[in-house]
């Protein structure tokens, strides 16, 4: 096969031989590490001719320009900054990119560049409790937790063999955010993780969050690079992510992807909702070269409920595919998904969603909506809804709109005294903050909201 | 308003009727180059469709069946492609061969004709058997002829625009159409020219395993206006049957086109048609799609809007019984700036049936101002029966407005609840609630039509409830 020489650099056999020594893991991971990566080998790049891929053009990726992460010891901040590639500018902190970081009381903090862990908290209450928070890789070899993600990864919602990055990330994930809340544990603070990528480095990561019966908690995990003096050769994430929200339990999850413009990220994120349970999952999409994202929330248990929250911002020749899907296996499920999307310049967005309704799933109730605001002649939105409904008693509905920035409005602004400039930045937020406010953590609404402020350029 | 039905399962098998074969002339099954040679010479064709024809076979061969939409299980050297079913085609109903006349009294045509149609074509397997227009459109230089005659009186026109609007590349059938087309109509509609009465052309597959490839083109000139109507059924065979049809559609600068279809072919007949017009300045191209019959339907009627100001109406009605599978949408192309569309999509399922609304609404770069509203209803009135919806929306350009909504649900028991409560039984409040659902088709079909296909929702209601 031809394709196979694109490997030479990073991703060879040899190399992935010498991943795995180095790691010394279990043999039952290892063994699952081993047969994704023959997925992996086997399957081709998606080709345009595959539904989900026609529209996200992968011409321009190429294997060679990464590697298999190489794991090093743990590294302060400080150390990192200093040790530093030609890329990185050592006189501005690592985390400078990352937008959501705060200062209130944490439940738990884990801060990650590359494969590398850069800082690891728990606080002693919730660790009493049986609470596990920590880069996944180290939970593998600790104690009381490595059974319990053997149980999970053995029976795991995300599917390796969905297409070749996803291969890749079972294969050689380094880390990745492993929260676990035992049976009635609520825990108030919010649980925070970041992860910052270095110029030319490969992020491979799995998560994986576990909520047992009648617990309670919130995850803000953020990713972003690192801030360069010059422009790097950009990045690669492969990520598996997997929720797990039992009975009764209720989760509040954001993700918030802010990677510079030369990264590629793709993402299979899977969510699983049982009886009584409620998620609210927000996601926010504003970097990425090319991001393509498939979020999938299904609804297992009777009166489970999920509200998915999108925040996207593309840009200059940013390509950004989110596929969602609500998946409603039992009836008496309720889910209700908004994404709103900007786009400006030559950026080009597509958001495919699907409402799939089982043949049992009798009153369902499943709303969809997807709004976008072009701001530019140049940008492109593809906006697929959809419906695939086998039960009857059901309401499930969409509703789709694209537009530009309504004149009449920028001129009342205006007339208010606002520059056209100010103008145009009211109405965008104006436009947003249906969705901002849905999202119930403060700091969480009000740091989109001034991410969203500082990307709107006058665009009239 | 509902209709007493007496005896609903005459009423049902209405059109399940069958005549003995007795054909002037009929291709041996299967396909090759000989075939569409042999087609294109009995029809003592121009070089250029012949050739075109054989061009369209090797495209047939080489694309690949569609790999989404509904089960295609056809095997092609199995089926007829061309059945002659008369030598001539009849200016009057009583030059046409008695058993088909008798088909078409029986389906009611010569009686429409008489009281509100301006002109008719009737189509018998492959061929058209039977042609009119009012004497006084014809001396107006209104053109309504079957598509076979028109290749031969008017080759220029023909040759400007065969094929152009839906080029033979563009999907399997398209191609297979594009080689073995026969019949159809052809109409030219010269310019400020209105034509008030409907045009109407009836399909009809009699033959088992028998492939109809109709191929329309109507051209509507600067100004000009016309209706046009067609209907389709066919017996029950226990093998299915294929109807492909290419339909292409020009509204000239500030024209008015109108197509409505109701189709009800037997529930084994394979529908995969190609539709598509084309709308310059200021024209108005509408689609009313009534899909009720067959096994599986695949067809998006689509409108190219090509210059400012041009519109597109499309209204997709589907009713997906048992066994059926009615896969219709709509497709709008906006190339040019300030153009409007809307779709409105409704659709059943009963029965254990699948309705499923696949449509796009596409806006070019450099399209601006915009803009398009689709609305997508759905029912599903029991169980065993499913639904989908796939709208694709793309827009490459800024000034526009796009909305899209869709929603599906079952029948309220709301609206049971207070239709009962009027004294209504339960199957009559139902079928009253599907009958305003699909309102806005039927208030869109002249008055015959509305009468016939309320009746023919009654008649799918039949046994729904209970």
Known sequence: MTQDLTYTRGFTPQNFEHFLTKRAEPEWLVGQRVAAWRVFERLPLPSPQQEDWRRTDLRLFKWNAFSLPEREAEVSLESLSAEGSEFVDPAMPLLDHVLLRQDGSLAGEVLFCGDRTLKHTLSDRWERRGVHFQPLDQAIGSRGAPSLIEKYFADALVDFSRDKFSALAAAAWATGVFLYVPRNVRVEEPFYAASVMLPGSSDLTRSLIILEENSEATLVVETASSPVVKVGPGGLHCGLTEVRVGPGARLRLVTLQNWDQNVWHFAQQRAQVAEQASLQWTVGALGARLAKVDQHVLLTGPDAQAEVNGVMFAEARQHLAYHTRQHHQVGHTKSDLLYKAALQDQSHLVWRGMIRVDQDAQKTDAYQRNDNLILSDHARVDSIPGLEIRAHDVRCTHGATTGRVDDEQVFYAATRGLTPNEAVQVVVLGFFQQVLDRITIDSVREALSAAITRRIRRCL | ?466
């Open chain 2, 1 to 466: 308003m509902t209709h007493a039905i007496t005896d609903p399962i005459g009423e049902i098998n209405k059109f399940d009727f069958r005549n003995e074969e007795r054909y002037v002339y009929k291709a041996r099954k299967g396909l090759d180059e000989q075939i569409v040679a042999e087609i294109s010479a009995l029809k003592g064709e121009p070089q250029w469709m012949r050739e075109f024809r054989l061009e369209s076979l090797k495209i047939f061969k080489c694309k690949p069946m569609p790999q989404w939409g509904g089960l295609i299980d056809i095997d092609f050297q199995e089926i007829y492609y061309y059945i002659k079913p008369t030598d001539r085609q009849g200016r009057s109903w009583d030059e046409v061969p008695e058993e088909i006349k008798r088909t078409f009294d029986r389906l009611g045509i010569p009686e429409a004709e008489r009281k509100y149609l301006a002109g008719v074509k009737a189509q018998y397997e492959s061929e058209v058997v039977y042609g009119s227009l009012r004497e006084e459109l014809a001396q107006r230089g209104v053109i309504f002829t079957d598509m076979d005659t028109a290749v031969r009186e008017y080759p220029d026109l023909v040759r400007q625009y065969f094929g152009t609007i839906i080029p033979p590349a563009d999907n399997k059938f398209a191609a297979l159409n594009s080689a073995v087309w026969s019949g159809g109509s052809f109409i030219y509609v010269p310019p400020g020219e209105q034509i008030e009465f409907p045009l109407q052309a009836y399909f009809r597959i009699n033959a088992a395993n028998m492939g109809q490839f109709e191929r329309t083109l109507i051209i509507v000139d600067e100004g000009a206006s016309c209706h046009y109507v067609e209907g389709c059924t066919a017996p029950m065979y226990s093998s299915d049957s294929l109807h492909a049809a290419v339909v292409e559609v020009v509204a000239h600068r500030g024209a008015r086109v109108r197509y409505t279809t109701i189709q009800n072919w037997a529930n084994n007949i394979y529908n995969l048609v190609t539709k598509r017009a084309v709308a310059y300045a200021d024209a108005l191209v509408e689609w009313v799609d009534g899909n009720l019959g067959s096994r599986l339907t695949m067809k998006y009627p689509s409108v190219y809007m090509r210059e400012p100001g041009a519109r597109a109406e499309i209204l997709s009605v589907a009713f997906a019984g048992p066994k059926q599978h009615q896969d219709a949408g709509a497709k709008v192309v906006h190339c040019a700036p300030h153009t409007a569309s809307r779709i409105v999509s409704k659709s059943i399922s009963r029965g254990g049936g699948r309705s499923s609304y696949r449509g796009l609404v596409r806006i070019e770069k450099g399209a601006h101002h915009s803009k398009s509203n689709v609305v997508c209803d759905a029912l599903i009135l029991d169980p065993q029966s499913e639904s989908d919806t796939y709208p694709y929306i793309e827009i490459e350009a800024r000034d526009v407005a796009v909305g899209h909504e869709a929603s599906v649900s079952r029948i309220g028991e709301e609206q049971l609840f207070y239709l009962m409560s009027r004294g209504l039984t339960e199957p009559e409040a139902s079928t009253m609630i599907v009958s305003g659902f699909i309102e806005p088709l039927v208030k869109e079909l002249p008055m015959e039509y509305a009468v016939e296909m309320n009746r023919l929702i009654a008649l799918q209601m039949e046994g729904s409830v209970g």
